[in-house]
């Protein structure tokens, strides 16, 4: 979120500044030196027709209601860019009771599994618009600034400056000075990815100060094992591990505006409910295989995230390989259960090898038997003709043949109306609380979503357990909604909380801000999301140890540590008793990152259509001001008298000078004087 010249926070367009291969979605930069309009207010479709046809002092900088932001309007200003300087749009309250979504009704279309060549039925999402309030908006290229006020002081302020000074009569034309705007937000980058990224490595190569004008969309894939494991080799081919995976990136219109509380922060909330409640088992050391949880970033854009892992594991990059996946659990949308019903969807193309058919039986009655202990939840097949959502398995089915699920709250079309928009709050899944507390109660109070989800979790945590082979402490495994509500509320509410600051490093607790956390992929990584997500793993599923913070720091010191088996982390640790300070103490887990840049880029493949070619543009500044212009013919008038004086001082200044000798006789020198 940029900072505006008059003071207003302004977030700023998803499109405009990143670049994609798609021809869908081109760059065209805004002016270097902003883009100047008259102020005209939009409360209902009608009030475009000034904008577009009648008003007689384009171009306009049109302030639109949040409800108006839709496909249709935004197709009628595009029609008329010789009029548009650019667009404020103002955050709807509550959110559009039609639902909102500015992605495509088929997201990540021809990055999955499907293709011509494998499901072509299922390619491009013929049989399931999963998304189907999908606009395209966000895919869209529009040569205005799009801007979103979220303060409503702010955008009351640019009302009233347009009611003083903009409101017409009557239908007549109002007098000036007008109430104009400026939108700065010129983007560096050019075309599409491939231009981009070829300039930015001609700059890179025969530049001193080399000026880059794009950079890849990457972050870190957060990962940990049940049970650690030397990450300095790679596992036996024998060596079988259950994979628990969802996603902790999302994204909206608007840049770095992305609360994902549906898209992603249930699922990976869930996930991390569901790997304490595993851990807690009192067998898990002696399971006969091994379980990998996997949060991974960048999924929102053509799985970036899974399709690097992918990769690393093919080419011995990283510590599992392919072959060691015996199953794979993937969480996708959860919060939004209008039932009882939890929904396990499976890849029908992949289940024509007899053996994997066996295997993903095998997987779907393990969770139906895990979810027959929880009244709350009813495990639920999919027709089995029925193609897989959008999910990382995806990704992996591209690689190999695996028996996989995908569990969602939704049978076929996502049951979340605000996907990938700024209205994906907390309270889209319905987290809320009562007035009257205070922030540290708001921390403590279980909401009834925390609570399904924690359901949501167990039924997880159990099923992993028996995947792992685990058989005498099933019933026992229970995921702490206390545990999910902390997450919830320092997710969606407020990040800068006590309990957050606890498991945190000294150095990140800047992260932290007093509103929810954005779960945008970004380029400048770790994200605040990456890091307070491993931190959280690493409290959940590590140990404390009794390490100073020198040894915490270099661990290798220290006998019977390992850094190759363990991550070892300082943190600020809980407040003391008189709650004057924090006691820091040393977390040992298995918590780790792993790079999620796209192979594409390593690869230096640009155009690539196998791997996501996402980029972000560079800016120097993304602000805006309010301010009154006068007239076009008092800017001539002044134009003209301002023209004729520096005429007229030229003409005197050419004169004097020429008249210089007469008009400055320099003093005689005064006589010698004689006595």
Not at 620 to 647: C, N, P, Y
Not at 653 to 675: H, M, Q, W
Request: glycine share 6%; aromatic share 10%; proline share 5%.
């Amino acid at each position: 979120m940029a900072t505006a010249g008059g003071g207003g926070s302004v977030a700023y367009l998803g499109c405009r500044d990143l670049l994609c291969l798609l021809s869908f979605c081109v760059l065209l930069a805004a002016s270097i030196s902003g883009d100047t309009g008259v102020i005209h207010v939009v409360e209902k479709e009608e009030d475009l027709q000034w904008v577009l046809t009648d008003g007689p002092n384009p171009p306009y900088v049109v302030l639109l209601e949040g409800t108006l932001f839709t496909r249709k309007v935004m197709e009628k200003l595009k029609a008329r860019t010789s009029r548009i300087a650019g667009l404020a749009v103002s955050l709807a309250k509550p959110s559009p009771a039609s639902g909102f979504s500015p992605s495509v009704q088929c997201p990540n279309d021809g990055f999955g599994v499907y293709s011509n060549s494998y499901g072509p039925e299922f390619a491009h999402c013929r049989e399931i618009q999963w998304n189907h309030l999908g606009n395209g908006l966000a895919y869209e290229d529009f040569s205005f600034p799009i801007f979103l006020l979220e303060d409503e002081n702010e955008t009351n302020v640019i009302k009233q400056c347009y009611r003083d000074h903009n409101l017409s009569q009557n239908g007549s034309a109002p007098a000036f000075p007008l109430c104009a705007m400026q939108l700065f937000s010129h983007m560096h980058a050019v075309i599409s990815t491939v231009t981009c990224m070829r300039r930015s490595s001609i700059q890179s190569t025969f530049s001193i100060n080399p000026e880059i004008v794009c950079d890849p969309l990457s972050d870190y894939n957060v990962w940990s094992m049940l049970k650690p494991i030397n990450v300095s080799g790679t596992l036996e081919p024998d060596d079988r591990v259950v994979v628990a995976a969802t996603q902790l990136d999302s994204r909206s219109f608007f840049w770095n505006v992305a609360p994902g509380a549906e898209s992603a922060v249930a699922s990976f909330v869930t996930q991390l409910a569901a790997a304490e409640a595993l851990h807690k088992a009192p067998d898990v050391t002696t399971l006969p295989r091994n379980v990998m949880f996997v949060f991974f970033q960048g999924e929102t854009f053509d799985y970036i995230g899974s399709s690097r892992m992918v990769y690393d594991m093919e080419k011995g990059k990283f510590p599992v390989q392919l072959e060691n996946i015996d199953s794979f659990v993937e969480l996708r949308q959860v919060a939004l259960r209008n039932s009882l019903k939890l929904w396990m969807h499976t890849d029908p193309m992949s289940q024509k090898n007899e053996s994997v058919r066996n295997q993903v039986e095998h997987l779907l009655t393990t969770l139906e038997k895990s979810g027959a202990g929880i009244p709350a939840i009813i495990l639920q097949r999919p027709n089995q003709s029925q193609p897989l959502p959008p999910s990382s398995l995806q990704r992996f089915l591209r690689a190999r043949n695996i028996s996989g699920v995908v569990l969602t709250d939704h049978a076929t079309i996502f049951h979340n109306r605000y996907y990938q928009s700024v209205y994906d709050t907390a309270e889209n899944v319905n987290v809320s609380y009562p007035e009257w507390q205070s922030p540290e109660e708001d921390l403590h109070f279980v909401t009834d979503t925390a609570k399904t989800l924690a359901d949501v979790a167990t039924v997880l945590g159990r099923t992993l357990y028996q995947l792992a082979g685990g058989s005498n402490f099933s019933d026992t495994i229970q995921a702490d909604p206390q545990t999910v509500t902390r997450l919830l509320y320092g997710f969606l509410v407020r990040a800068n909380n006590s309990w957050f600051q606890s498991i945190l490093r000294q150095d990140l607790r800047s992260y932290l801000g007093d509103g929810p956390l954005q779960h945008y992929i970004a380029v400048s990584s770790p994200t605040n999301t990456t890091y307070v997500v491993q931190c959280a793993l690493a409290n959940l599923t590590g140990k404390v140890t009794n390490l100073t913070r020198e040894q915490c720091q270099d661990p290798s010191k220290v006998p019977n540590e390992n850094k190759d088996l363990y991550e070892y982390t300082w943190v600020q640790g809980p407040l003391n008793s008189n709650e004057t300070e924090r006691l820091p103490q040393c977390v040992r887990s298995t918590a780790r990152l792993a790079r999620a840049l796209s192979p594409a880029f390593e690869l230096g493949q640009w155009g690539s259509t196998e791997y996501s070619t996402w980029t972000e543009s560079r800016w120097k500044d993304i602000s805006a001001r309010i301010f009154l212009i006068a007239s076009k013919e008092l800017e001539f008038v002044t134009l003209t008298v301002g023209f004729g004086v520096l005429i007229f001082s030229l003409v005197v200044t050419y004169c004097i000078n020429a008249k210089a000798d007469v008009l400055f006789i320099a003093p005689r020198e005064p006589g010698a004087v004689s006595f």
